[in-house]
Structures are given as C-alpha cells and as structure tokens.
C-alpha cells in the first residue's frame, strides 16, 4: 500500500510523529465524533499518541493500515483532521479481506472529504492483487456512515446482531450492518 496518497483536495498520508497533538485536539476527545467508534474519548494526550505509534507499527507488520486525512491547501497549518483504516482480516499471508474505518473533525462534516478520502483508500487497497474485499461494520444508527457507504458502492449484506461494543452509546454490543465491496472476477 502506498503511504501517501492524492486526491483533488486531499493529501492522506501514514501517521507521523506529532499527529497526536491534532488528533487529540480534532477528535480524540470529541464525543461526537467517537459516537459510533469503539473507545471512548480520551482525556490524556499520551494514549492518543499511544494509539497513533501503534497505528504507524502497524504500517510495518502490515497487519493494518492507517492514512491521516489533511488537507494541503487549508489557510491553517496542514494538520490532519480525520483518519481511514484498513485493518487485514488475516495475518497469516497477504490480505485477501480488509476491514475499512473512518472517522472525520466535526469542524470537516458536511463537505464531502470522507467520501474523497474513503474512495482513494479503496481504490489503492484494490490496486493490490491480493485484495478480493472490504467490507465495513456501520452502527445500525449510524446513518450518515451507511450513506457514505452505498455511495462509494459498498451492498448492505445484514445485520449482526449483539456485535460491537459502542461505549459512547451502550455499555452493551449493538447491532451494526454489514456492508461490503468485491472485486469482480475478470470476464
């Protein structure tokens, strides 16, 4: 997978040090945003930059794959304000199935940079001949994400009942939908 990777208006690129400052500040400790995620917000610069070094040893097992989404032309510093993962589904050869994540700053919604961002992530992670699928699991609230998702051309294909923590939400597993895009086989 490519490191840094170009659309119009966005430059996404792997985690480097000092992201944690922007992450923190963007949305590590904004509820909104961590809505639908698995952690909750987090209080303490450390486990943020924790997170972010964990996200960049990632990058070198090839076990997960973060980009930090920026944008270049912006009139403050490019810092990052939001972020897309894929996380392979096996660790035992090159990934066939990855998992796709994706969270934006609240100041960023309504723009359209996470569906730019999202596309260019599936489309790298498809250039790899080994990649068959990616699918991603979306709150059954979470409907915003679900939109994203049927228009970067991802099918519903159920839910899964009791299946993901969302602390921000319940202290119990909730149900969240299934959505997937495939590689077609050649003709």
């Known amino acids: 997978m490519k490191k840094v990777l170009l659309t119009p208006r966005l430059r996404l690129r792997a985690p ?13 400790q904004d ?8 952690w909750r917000s987090r209080a303490d610069l450390a486990q943020t ?9 990632r990058w070198l097992k090839r076990s997960a794959f973060t980009w930090m989404v920026v944008e270049p032309g912006s009139t403050q510093s ?10 392979a589904q096996r660790l ?7 998992r796709l994540g994706f969270l934006m700053a609240r100041s960023h919604w309504g723009r359209g940079l996470m569906r730019e961002a999202v596309a ?13 699928r990616i699918d ?4 059954i609230d979470n409907h915003a994400s679900a939109r994203l998702l049927h228009a970067l051309g ?13 602390p921000n939400l319940s202290d119990e597993p909730r149900d969240v939908a299934s959505f997937a895009v495939a590689r077609s086989r050649p003709a």
């Open 16 to 28: 480097q040090p000092g992201d944690e400052h922007a992450a923190h500040a963007n949305w590590a």
């Open 31 to 38: 509820g909104a945003v961590l809505t639908y995620l698995g």
């Open 49 to 57: 930059r924790a997170q972010l070094e964990w996200d960049q040893a």
């Open 78 to 87: 490019p810092t990052p304000v939001g972020m897309v993962q894929l996380v």
């Open 120 to 132: 260019a992530v599936v489309d790298e992670a498809f250039s790899q001949s080994h990649v068959w």
């Open 92 to 98: 035992d050869a090159p990934p066939h199935h990855l």
């Open 136 to 139: 991603a699991l979306c709150d």
């Open 154 to 166: 991802f099918v519903h294909e159920g839910i899964l009942r009791r299946h993901t923590l969302h």
